[in-house]
């Protein structure tokens, strides 16, 4: 009865020195965790591929305190001013402690859907903020949330775009002008750019089309002619150019 009472008082002090240690040396392994560049995120790459925009964004964690993460899930947010541009989520593996494990955050949308929201960054550059939040659990048991607010430069696909010289040909019936642009973006702008030109009396009189292929850091210029239809050519004409199926450019001349 003895050796009973023994065991049973043993396990109880056991138990009351476990948990009063066990918050104290989780406190220690978030420490170490907090130490050095052992968690990350890297700068988002953006590709454009058949109308839309997708965005990459590596990150690790590396595992240095003394008990496993679990439950871990990354929540990252592109703001330009208070503006969400984009929103990813990824739930990652459980990293035991003494590991690193590293992931890609992926977002897939239409040029259309992000740019509705800012449609200037189709043609100026700006800065981002990258707004990162981590929820984990360390020795399964402790919830914790740690955020980061770090920034990035976005570079406009159609940076300073430009319509210039235009003119007027009454014999062919053909409006021309020039159509400049720099692709300050790390994708490539690639894809028809509608033009189309507006009578006043906001009728089409005139359509065309230009397949770009511009590299990133490079300028584009082009000579644009439309035919448009004398019957309905007014003193003055909007030209209007979209890029997928948003409109980039309004601009009323005299030619």
């Known amino acids: 009865m ?15 020195i476990i948990t009063l240690t066990l918050p104290v040396s989780v406190a220690l392994s ?7 560049k052992n968690l990350g995120i890297q700068e988002p790459m953006f590709t454009f591929t058949n109308g839309n925009l997708s965005l990459t964004m590596p990150l690790y964690i590396n595992n240095t305190g003394f008990y496993d993460i679990s ?28 590991q690193m494990v590293e992931a890609n955050c992926s977002f897939t ?19 981002l903020n990258v707004n990162a939040s981590l929820h984990f659990r360390v020795a399964h048991l402790m919830a914790f949330n740690i955020a980061s607010v770090s920034a990035t430069q976005w570079g406009a696909p159609f940076h300073n775009l430009t319509v210039y010289g235009e003119t007027y040909n009454e014999t062919s ?51 644009v002619e439309v035919a448009v239809n004398p019957q309905k050519m007014t003193s003055s004409v909007f030209i209007r150019l979209s890029f997928a199926n948003l409109e980039i450019l309004g601009r009323l001349v005299q030619p």
């Open 71 to 98: 439950e871990a899930n990354v929540q990252v947010k592109i703001c330009k001013a208070n503006i969400v541009l984009a929103e990813v989520s990824e739930t990652l593996p459980d990293i035991p402690a003494g």
């Open 173 to 223: 019936h053909v409006l021309s002008f020039y159509v400049s642009f720099n692709n300050h973006a790390s994708f490539f702008v690639d894809g028809p750019l509608a033009v189309s030109i507006i009578n006043l009396d906001n009728e089409i009189v005139g359509a065309s089309s230009l397949n770009l292929n511009v590299q990133p850091g490079e300028a584009f210029l082009e000579l």
């Open 109 to 127: 949308a239409s040029l259309e859907e992000i740019f509705q929201k800012d449609r200037t960054l189709l043609t100026e550059d700006a800065d």
């Open 2 to 16: 003895r050796l009973t009472i023994r065991a049973i008082g043993f396990t109880v002090t056991l138990l009351w």
């Open 30 to 36: 978030l420490l170490k965790l907090a130490e050095g």
